[in-house]
């Protein structure tokens, strides 16, 4: 059975809501970090979740966090890419699949980690991914529509997502190299030529960014019932 | 003053959610569609407020939707844009302005209503709407990423739109002779050369689709304290 290592990014300065560290805020009772690593510690082929903190954070890790011995902390960088390599440093060689997954997307569900791990395991860079739910349109420096791109063929990525370790530290290696930036690893893959297809993600994986997203999240658990 | 008219496609099969007409189901005690009507009927310069329903429900009008003498209900067609184009057709010639709303945007607030009137006062076609949240990704027919947009030049198109309204039925009418269909009076109006600017929407104006979007108006609502 395929190696599984899970990198969450979770060092940078987006991290903070309102001042407080958002990973560490709790949701429903439970801190939304917590939530994000529950279906990934379910899983008996996941060996190692690196999770990368703000470094001024390393020194007081809260006991829930490392209570599973798979679990392993080190410091993020300034942005979220940083702090996907760093914690991709920390992978061992060992393993075979990466994936990675938002410190922010509390509601992942077992079957969205499952199709995603799945792909990798067959070689295959997978992105869970969702239909757009708006019209998007493009605009110029003006604000001006210029285009409205063909909604069929557009996708909102979600996490995780999940490479064949090796493509994922070829990709990031170039791009700490050329110095790229990137918001998504599938889209830095996908930039340097690899082959990433998206999977069904979920509309309710959620990213939680604002109080009001968190409201959003709290009423989307009662629904749930969890 | 310019005079405004507002128009609501709610005719069509989109509008119906577990077999329930969406439009009069309840969000906090209120209809969704009430609430859709409420930041436009509160303006001097809303005349008229044309209203697209299935064709089934025009003999059973509720009473709060006439409650207003400035709205008028009329038979909708089969997609959104007959609807608007249906609605269209009965708004006056003295209307300067006519402005698009989803019947499924009940968390519209007066900001953006404003925002997207002035600009068609001024003669400048405008659509609310808000920054993507998620990484888009462009995909082709195998669910392949082809390429990712830059994310800071796409937008999420909400409602209202706002047109001068001859710009608006000339759009429509050349659709209707194209047989062109579209799911956004924006997007229409740019394909034919004209010219429409983004105003800033909210990310909490949301588009109820599915019973989830239900509950996070009710969160959303609830949040306001209204």
Not at 43 to 55: E, G, I, T
Not at 64 to 79: I, Y
Not at 98 to 107: E, G, Q, S, T
Not at 202 to 225: F, Q
Request: glycine share 8%; net charge neutral; proline share 6%.
């Amino acid at each position: 059975m395929t190696r599984v290592a899970v990198v969450i990014p979770a060092g940078g300065a987006g991290q903070r809501m309102g001042g407080v560290y958002k990973p560490f805020m709790e949701l429903c009772g439970e801190p939304i970090l917590a939530r994000c690593l529950r279906p990934f510690l379910r899983r008996a082929d996941v060996h190692w979740v690196v999770v990368a903190l703000p470094a001024e954070l390393l020194g007081a890790v809260p006991a829930w966090l490392c209570a599973d011995a798979r679990v392993r902390t080190v410091a993020g960088g300034a942005q979220r890419h940083d702090s996907v390599r760093l914690a991709l440093a920390a992978v061992p060689d060992e393993a075979g699949v990466v994936l990675v997954h938002d410190a922010a997307r509390p509601l992942v569900t077992d079957d969205v980690v499952d199709r995603c791990i799945s792909a990798a395991a067959a070689g295959q860079s997978a992105v869970a991914a969702v239909p757009v739910a708006d019209t998007i349109q493009e605009v110029d420096d003006a604000g001006r529509i210029v285009a409205t791109p063909d909604r069929s063929r557009l996708r909102a990525a979600q996490t995780p997502q999940a490479f064949p370790a090796a493509v994922l530290r070829a990709a990031h290696a170039r791009a700490a190299a050329e110095r790229v930036t990137a918001t998504d690893d599938a889209g830095l893959v996908a930039r340097y030529g690899g082959d990433v297809v998206v999977v069904t993600g979920a509309s309710d994986n959620l990213k939680i960014t604002t109080p009001t997203d968190l409201a959003h999240a709290e009423a989307l658990l009662r629904l749930r019932g969890t």
